[in-house]
């Protein structure tokens, strides 16, 4: 069998990361068993679809490197297509006109209110003829079987099945004379040769009377898994309102599209107790045999414990290029400073995402007018007059270092403490914060070898004033 999946958004919302693992899931069923991939857009309720969450969509998919064999098809765009199958159906009375009118309606709905009944279309005119006048107002409503059972073999949570009362006549076409949701998801994935379905468990109770649409058409009926749904960290269903699901959040903030595909893969799925997998792993290993059948919550540690991971091992050029854009953003300018495969090395380690590194790196590349001032108080203007003299030696040792190396900045370092009788612990702190202007940075020989020679001094040289200054101002108090 030729396997075909696809990933249906609907463009009322911008891409979150429940919509996102179903893409996920989709793509890897696909491209594990040789199949393709179809992308198609939802979009046929006009009033909640926009542009912007289409665009959002698109970019999202794509930033996450989930590439699609056909599409986007867009359903407004078959439209025709839709209404002539409703037309056939009409013809082959599996499906009919329905003229209630809202008044009818909304009393029935009272009624079975009352009556404590779910609320359920009555097939008041599903055996009436369709010659009515066709200039009434009418909608065209599904003609589902009254009886039998609908069994489908759910490829996550095993076999599932719907009495057919439970399933009232669906309207497929409105009144305004377009089709509606749950009839254009049956034409495309027919049309679109669509083999296995896979998405939310929110879509379950559609499945049965897709299932039903297909049979009355005579189309192939796909394979169905529905993905147990994500929920936030106090238990509650991720909302697409909820900014931090966005997967363009993830961008913005920092994360790699190979860390939250691998997140997402994890939440849900599992092989082994394995954490890490590369796409290729990902295809290889994916079956919808081992997805959870309950619901999984979002772990924002694992997710940046993931990232770095990969800020780590994947291809330093591949983490540059998405390290530059959030560079670009911040308006850091790397010509002046380490170059950025050094950059990562530099900061990889301490940094789980990469607004993590940009928001620490300024130091390496622009000079900063103060010093962060509680690492000023803490270690400039209480610094001893020891702590003058070493960084003083220090100033001058570096000023005449020819070879600029870690090793040798790390032995003058050393040496100047040994010749004070100083511990290294006491001159690193205020060092660090002459020359990076706070109190963190990597291991202070490597951060002043980033930072260069010239720079490095003029710091020292700043911070030496500072000291002065602020001890000047003390014996005048
Ligand atoms: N358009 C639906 C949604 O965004 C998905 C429908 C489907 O996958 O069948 O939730």
Redesign the pocket.
């Known amino acids: 069998m030729n396997i075909k999946t696809r990933f249906?958004?609907?463009p009322t919302g911008c891409l979150h990361i429940g919509g996102a693992r179903t893409a996920l899931y989709s793509w890897l069923f696909a491209r594990k068993n040789n199949g393709q991939f179809v992308l198609r857009i939802?979009d046929t309720d006009f009033e909640r679809s926009t542009q912007e969450a289409n665009t959002d969509i698109i970019n999202s998919i794509k930033w996450l490197n989930l590439d699609w064999d056909e599409g986007p098809y867009y359903q407004t765009k078959r439209f025709d297509r839709y209404n002539l199958v409703i037309n056939q159906m009409l013809e082959t009375h599996n499906a009919y006109k329905c003229f209630c009118t809202k008044q009818r309606l909304d009393g029935l709905r009272e009624y079975q209110r009352i009556n404590g009944e779910k609320p359920h279309y009555d097939g008041h005119c599903r055996n009436q003829c369709n010659n009515q006048d066709d200039n009434q107002i009418h909608v065209v409503r599904f003609r589902n079987p009254q009886k039998g059972l609908v069994i489908f073999d759910d490829q996550i949570r095993g076999p599932i099945q719907y009495h057919n009362t439970e399933l009232d006549d669906l309207i497929i076409r409105r009144s305004d004379g377009t089709p509606t949701y749950n009839f254009c998801?049956v034409i495309d994935d027919w049309d679109m040769k669509i083999t296995h379905?896979i998405?939310?468990t929110d879509?379950i109770n559609n499945t049965p009377r897709q299932i039903n649409i297909l049979k009355s058409i005579g189309a192939p009926i796909p394979h169905y898994a529905h993905l147990p749904m994500i929920l936030d960290s106090d238990g509650k269903k991720l909302s697409k309102r909820h900014g931090a699901a966005k997967v363009s959040w993830y961008r913005d903030q920092g994360y790699l599209p190979e860390a939250l595909l691998n997140y997402l893969l994890r939440l849900g799925w599992s092989y082994g107790n394995k954490e890490i997998f590369n796409i290729e792993e990902m295809k290889q290993y994916f079956s919808l045999n081992t997805v959870n059948k309950s619901a999984s919550t979002i772990n924002s540690k694992k997710l940046k414990w993931l990232n770095q991971h990969y800020i780590n091992n994947l291809p330093v050029e591949y983490v540059s290029s998405h390290l530059q854009k959030h560079l670009d953003n911040k308006k850091i300018n790397i010509h002046l400073g380490p170059r950025l495969d050094d950059l990562i090395k530099l900061l990889g380690k301490r940094c789980t995402t990469l607004t993590d590194i940009t928001d620490s790196c300024r130091y390496f590349y622009e000079e900063f007018n103060e010093f962060d001032s509680h690492a000023a108080t803490t270690y400039l203007s209480s610094a001893s007059e020891e702590t003058r003299l070493l960084l003083g030696s220090i100033y001058i040792k570096l000023s005449i270092l020819h070879n600029w190396t870690e090793e040798a900045i790390k032995n003058i370092i050393k040496s100047c403490a040994d010749r004070l009788l100083v511990s290294i612990e006491k001159v690193a702190m205020p060092l660090r914060v002459a020359v990076t202007g706070q109190i963190k940075s990597p291991a202070l020989h490597v951060t002043i070898h980033a930072i260069g020679q010239a720079r490095t001094l003029s710091r020292i040289e700043k911070a030496l004033i500072y000291i002065v200054n602020s001890q000047n101002q003390k014996e005048y108090q």
């Open positions: 249906a958004p609907s939802e998801v379905v998405r939310g879509h």
